[in-house]
């Protein structure tokens, strides 16, 4: 086995704080609303509706687990962030600025637009480091 990774570059104190601290809002504000609605209303939600609910659930508990784990679980928070950016920018930048600005879109705004937050605790040289420089795992055993 190849023993030349490259340590990732140290997290301050401070910033692993931000992150639990992010992991418990997303956590508490996910759990505030969707387990009771998964256990007590989803029964004639259409498909897509029960989809997202229950990967909302999902994320919750991979939250707690980034509360105690806050650089192992930061691919969740990436991925939460990447479709958040995604859908602000493909969604609802055009939607404003093409007057089709709706309640719905406006719903889903103020549900995603706290992202941002992330963008100014994710230790963004540490995840340079991990998934963009650092070798990667062996593709086949031969490469072991």
Not at 45 to 60: H, T
């Amino acid at each position: 086995m190849s023993t030349d990774r490259q340590a990732a570059p140290p997290v301050s104190f401070w910033r692993i704080t931000a992150l639990r601290i992010l992991y418990a809002l997303i956590a508490a504000a996910l759990s505030s609303f969707v387990w009771q609605q998964l256990f007590f209303q989803s029964a004639d939600w259409p498909v897509m509706r029960g989809i997202a609910k229950a990967m909302m659930g999902a994320l919750a508990i991979l939250c707690l687990i980034g509360l105690r784990y806050p650089l192992q679980m930061l691919p969740v928070l990436l991925f939460e962030l990447l479709w958040k950016t995604i859908w602000l920018l493909a969604i609802a930048l055009p939607a404003a600025l093409n007057d089709r600005w709706s309640s719905d879109i406006e719903s889903v705004f103020y549900e995603t637009i706290g992202i941002v937050i992330a963008y100014l605790i994710i230790p963004w040289r540490y995840v340079w480091s991990r998934y963009f420089t650092q070798p990667s795992e062996p593709w086949t055993a031969r490469d072991r």
